[in-house]
């Protein structure tokens, strides 16, 4: 509707004057519509997308001479351009007046189809390109989560079939019960652990189970305290988070020889879970060893930073005796 708009006309003209639908207004603003969608279509994608700049810009070039000259060529072959309609006859000087060879309004309509057609098209190119980057990152960090999981679930079997072995070992009657909690635990990993949300009560029957596992295996020097404060119904949250950093408490915090108590809080808020775990140090384990110990906590970390980029807090503090993390996620 543009050149209808701005087509120049008298100031006494009707908003859409007969003489607005003349040949040449039809022919010319047919041509920049051409022009339009084959610089769009057709241009950009086969010549300019593809570094082909020098084929572009002569072609380019070329449809500029030729819409410049385009009033001169409808003359031509057409006769005179009439610019208004009126009664009276055009007075001498207008008569058989021939158009420039270029005309500065044909040009300056080129440049603008131009610039409206190039800049839309590399708008949507570059709109697509972004979308497929974050389709791209997407499917990486996916990728990664899925790789960082994987890892994890060996990881967490493997210390537990050792707990598990040396329970045998030792003929303990609590052996078949903590092959029956390992499998309720797996049966978790495999079915549950492979969403990157599951709900949050899920999480700490999870979390419940593996702690009474390893109960099992623990001495009366040990205490161990899990406490849930809060309503976990309807909130989700990334599978095994918790347990490598309680998995750390066990590891590092448990003597057959000294008091080890082992405190577990989990915190659940409107928008937000807190963990805490506070156990104590004991013979070979090492403040660097319980800030950064094994693969499970680096993954975890690496877990963090994918799923909840700046919307958690871990901290952790170290001491000679002791050892305390804080981990807060906002869901």
């Known amino acids: 509707m543009l050149p ?92 058989n007046l021939r158009p420039p060879i270029l005309s500065p309004g044909s040009i300056a309509i080129f440049l603008l189809v131009f610039i409206f057609s190039t800049g839309i098209k590399v708008i949507n190119q570059w709109l697509q390109t972004e979308r497929r980057n974050k389709e791209i990152e997407h499917e990486k960090l996916q990728t990664e989560l899925s790789f960082l999981k994987a890892q994890i679930n060996p990881h967490f079997l493997f210390n537990t079939l050792n707990n598990i ?17 390992l499998s309720s635990i797996m049966r978790y990993v495999l079915n549950e652990a492979k969403n990157d949300l599951v ?30 404060e809060g309503d976990a119904f309807g909130k989700q949250i990334s599978p095994l988070l918790f347990l490598p950093f309680i998995e750390n408490a066990f590891k590092y915090g448990v003597s057959t020889r000294a008091y080890s108590p082992i405190l577990i809080l989990l915190k659940i808020e409107e928008s937000m879970v807190q963990l805490e775990v506070k156990n104590d140090k004991h013979s070979g384990s090492s403040i ?34 002791n050892f305390f993390v804080n981990l807060k996620i906002h869901l």
């Not at 410049?68 to 003359?75: D, L, N, T, V």
């Not at 949050?200 to 305290?225: A, G, N, P, S």
């Not at 807090?313 to 001491?319: A, D, H, I, Y």
Request: proline share 5%; charged share 20%; hydrophobic share 40%.
């Open 199 to 228: 709900p949050l009560e899920k999480e700490i029957e999870f979390t419940t189970h593996y702690i009474e596992l390893q109960k099992i295996r623990i001495t009366d020097k040990t205490t161990v305290d899990f406490i849930v």
């Open 165 to 181: 072995y040396s329970m045998a070992a030792d003929r303990s009657e609590n052996t078949a019960a903590a092959v029956m909690k």
């Open 288 to 321: 660097k060893s319980a800030n950064n110990t094994g693969i499970g906590i680096n993954n975890t970390r690496r877990r963090l930073d994918l799923m909840y980029h700046n919307r958690y807090v871990l901290e952790t503090s170290s001491s000679e005796t």
């Open 4 to 95: 209808i708009f701005f087509y120049a006309r008298p100031k006494d003209a009707s908003l859409v004057p007969e003489q607005t639908f003349s040949l040449y207004f039809v022919l010319s603003n047919a041509s920049f519509i051409a022009f339009y969608y084959l610089n769009s279509n057709l241009l950009i994608p086969n010549l300019l997308l593809k570094k082909k700049t020098i084929s572009y810009t002569l072609i380019i070039f070329g449809l500029l001479i030729f819409f410049g000259m385009f009033p001169r060529i409808y003359q031509y072959f057409f006769g005179d351009i009439q610019r208004f309609a009126t009664s009276m006859p055009p007075p001498a000087r207008l008569r």
